[in-house]
């Protein structure tokens, strides 16, 4: 009897652990229900619901807008603090409020633009993701022409707008527009400063060891060897940042190919390979930089800041760079005289020298964006690129190059250096290699650089990486 | 028939005692999880979705803009078969951890010898030793990149001042150093938490003991092997789980602030190629299969351990 009753007893119980266990599962379901429906919408179309921005705005049939005044809010999303308006400006706010009210008095049936751009240059793709994940709203997009030529314009997040922007098209650099088209389409503007690739040296050193700029490696290597003599370090070079090594890669190639544009499209089309002579001999060759002391030996465990600091403190003579450090330069470097030169002539190669270069940023139209405020996004490129507005953003910094024709350019010395070399500047090839092939090739140079590969061996890692791409799919310029 | 009715009455009064009680339990039951409804709440949302969620990715190819495409076990077979940096990074994620299990354990095990003496001024010494563990891995990983630095950095500075010039020598900059150096490092900043760990257990050991060992006339390596290692068994298991554990997924920061993952993927590990694939090369199913595969490396070595010492200590028992 007893025994029948601990059975009762103990079957009751486990039909009581059951139903515990079961109300626990449903508790734990629902609450995972709730967020499965609080969440955002991941299937890819991203960009929230069109009806909750903007305002009671229509078009006409004619294509006038008849939308009401003080009806549109246009959002615009930057990837990072760099795609603001004046970014590197110590007022940006300021500017960009001027810039933006200015726009806002021309069209009064626009309420207000945001303009949100923060974040370091380095997590702008996740920050993009992030959003468009979150299912957040954007008009346009402000961004830089890497991520808008290697992710942006592949992944659908940008409008087709060659036709719109073709009344005002003429006020941009052309090779600028370039770099934010893709197969004849137009996907932005670049509103930016422009970029080209230079050597910096210490024009004081220089003056005081009797030494003349040089124009090919061979001089390169008589330079540094003196330098070295006189107890500095000839080129010292970020090598801890593996992402900057293919810079010197951009400048090799073009000389061991005659044309890297091209070739890099041919290998990327599948025509050619990255394990061709022309290839392997400009990876051979930045090794070589390294091999022959020019670069100094400690390379590997130098980063932006090192670099940087070595040159300001005369440790260093020169260092390779862009138009992009003259700011710190200007701003820092203020015991010497310093100076640009151009990429070397290297030995026995077919191509002149091309330094990689182009617009730092420009601005694009989401394609989400609804119908009725597309009007107002193409009228603000619109704006931005008139001179004398551009001159309000860009003018500012005194520029070597801007991508709107008409901006107050710098008159200082350096850059009129510097302005001579832009006619020999080509895409930046980052532009053009998929993120895969580029973290290949970057991380092969680092083993170049530190002699724990070959310049074949590193081709072959490159190709396989291009092949993995293709195997998953990858066909380039689609 | 008084006595059957007595026991009729019984039964129903214990019946409903019983009913009673059920009605009572349910309810407290009912309450109980109530309360516990909240926590069980943030649990699924912050742990339990999130890892669910993960796995679901892991079987997809999704590079966070575009729709999620099923692709079944391919994202695991790219892992084992076809991706040499994810192999580098699981051989090098398993030096890392070993390495740095043995460090922080030996090193906090001795420091901790040395300052549970009592001698005067021990808890400044004591105080210093810990003070690492208080930094951030930002701090940390930047303030030992400059020591380390070939051309500037304080290692080549003394080196150079004692005419070694010689020895000066890029050690984050070679395949061959650069992740022991980062080793190193991970256990200069861990030591001390260890050392704590292990002070404590040796102030709970009774001194008494050591004195009857010493009028048995047993030297300092007899009383230290066989009164002090077997008594330190239980923070030892903790010290060097908390030390393995981490080694496997908590070796992001340092490595990505030192060194990136370089040169040439030589400090590669599975958490640095897994935020490149996620966030550089927009492959997040993929990143996320590799996540799964050292969650469950990480959990099987775990139990193994635990399994084994536990079995060690019942032998020694």
Not at chain 2, 267 to 294: D, I, K, P
């Amino acid at each position: 009897m007893l025994e029948e009753r601990n059975g009762a007893s103990q079957t009751a119980g486990g039909k009581k652990a059951v139903r515990k266990k079961a109300a626990l599962a449903a508790m734990v379901t629902a609450a995972m229900l709730l967020l499965a429906a609080c969440g955002g919408n991941n299937d890819g179309t991203s960009g929230g619901n069109s009806d909750d921005a903007g305002g009671a705005n229509n078009t006409a049939g004619n294509g006038e807008s008849t939308a009401v005044e003080g009806s549109v809010e246009l959002k615009v999303f930057g990837g990072s603090a760099s795609d603001a308006l004046g970014a590197r400006a110590d007022n940006q706010k300021e500017i960009e409020q001027t810039v933006l009210d200015g726009f806002i008095a021309e069209n009064p049936e626009v309420k207000s633009v945001t303009w949100d751009a923060q974040g370091p240059v380095a997590d702008q793709v996740t920050r993009m993701m992030t959003a468009n994940l979150g299912g957040e709203y954007m008009d346009m997009v402000a961004c830089a022409a890497n991520p808008t030529n290697t992710t942006f314009i592949d992944k659908g997040i940008l409008k087709d707008i060659t036709a719109d922007i073709e009344p005002f098209k003429d006020r941009i650099d052309p090779s600028a527009l370039n770099a934010y088209s893709r197969d004849g389409k137009v996907y932005g503007i670049p509103i930016a400063t422009m970029s080209t690739s230079t050597f910096y040296y210490n024009k004081d050193l220089f003056a005081e060891l009797g030494l003349e700029v040089p124009t090919t490696y061979e001089e390169l290597l008589t330079v540094s060897e003196a330098v070295k003599e006189a107890g500095h370090m000839a080129v010292i070079h970020q090598g801890k940042n593996a992402w900057y090594w293919p810079m010197w890669l951009m400048e090799t190639l073009a000389q061991t190919s005659g044309d890297s544009v091209g070739k890099t499209e041919s290998n990327l089309s599948g025509e050619t390979k990255f394990t061709d002579e022309a290839d392997v001999e400009a990876l051979r060759l930045v090794g070589q930089f390294v091999e022959d002391g020019i670069i100094d030996g400690n390379t590997l465990t130098v980063d932006t800041d090192g670099m940087r600091s070595a040159f300001a403190s005369q440790q260093a003579a020169m260092y390779y760079g862009g138009t992009w450090e003259l700011s710190w330069l200007q701003d820092n470097v203020t015991d010497f005289e310093y100076g640009a030169f151009e990429f070397p002539k290297l030995p026995d190669t077919i191509g002149d020298p091309k330094h990689g270069g182009g617009p730092d940023y420009g601005i694009c139209v989401s394609s989400n964006i609804k119908d009725d405020n597309q009007e107002y996004a193409i009228k603000l490129m619109e704006y931005l690129t008139r001179p004398e507005v551009a001159d309000q953003y860009l003018g500012i910094y005194k520029p070597i190059f801007a991508s709107i024709e008409g901006v107050t350019l710098s008159d200082e010395p350096i850059a009129q250096d510097l302005q001579g070399h832009y006619d020999n500047t080509v895409r930046f090839l980052d532009w053009i290699w998929p993120v895969e092939v580029k973290d290949a090739i970057a991380s092969s140079l680092q083993g170049i650089a530190g002699g724990m590969v070959s310049a074949e061996e590193a081709a072959a890692t490159i190709q396989a990486a291009y092949d993995q791409l293709v195997a998953d799919g990858y066909v380039y310029g689609e | 028939m008084a006595k059957q009715l007595e026991t009729t009455r019984g039964a129903v009064g214990a019946l409903r005692t019983g009913k009673r009680r059920g009605a009572a339990a349910r309810r407290t039951a009912v309450e109980g999880y109530a309360l516990v409804l909240p926590a069980l709440l943030l649990l699924a949302v912050f742990i339990l979705y999130p890892i669910l969620y993960g796995l679901y990715i892991s079987f997809h190819k999704w590079d966070g803009f575009s729709a999620m495409t099923f692709v079944g076990w391919r994202n695991y077979v790219k892992a084992f078969t076809s991706d040499s940096v994810f192999h580098q990074a699981a051989r090098n994620t398993a030096l890392y951890a070993v390495a740095i299990t043995i460090g922080k354990n030996v090193f906090g095990l001795l420091l901790a010898l040395l300052v549970s003496r009592k001698i005067r001024g021990i808890l400044f010494f004591r105080t210093a030793l810990f003070v690492p563990v208080t930094l951030s891995y930002v701090v940390v990983g930047l303030l030992w990149a400059w020591i380390y630095n070939p051309s500037f950095g304080l290692v080549a500075s003394g080196l150079e001042a004692l005419g070694l010039e010689n020895w000066v020598y890029p050690w984050l900059g070679s395949a061959s150093t650069a992740l022991w150096a980062v080793v190193a490092v991970e256990v200069w900043k861990w030591a001390g938490f260890h050392m704590v760990l292990f002070l404590g257990g040796l102030q709970a050991i009774p001194a008494d003991l050591y004195e009857a060992a010493i009028v048995d006339g047993a030297s300092p390596w007899a009383r230290f092997r066989s009164i002090t290692l077997p008594l330190l068994k239980p923070i030892t298991f903790i010290s060097v789980f908390l030390a393995l554990n981490g080694g496997f997924v908590r070796n992001f920061d340092l490595i990505y602030i030192m060194t990136g993952g370089g040169p040439n993927h030589s400090t590669e590990v599975v958490l640095t190629h897994m935020v490149s694939e996620a966030f550089q090369r927009g492959n997040l199913g993929y990143s996320s299969a590799m996540g799964y595969l050292l969650f469950l490396t990480v959990a099987v070595l775990i139990l193994v351990y635990a399994r084994t010492f536990n079995r060690g200590g019942e032998g020694g028992r």
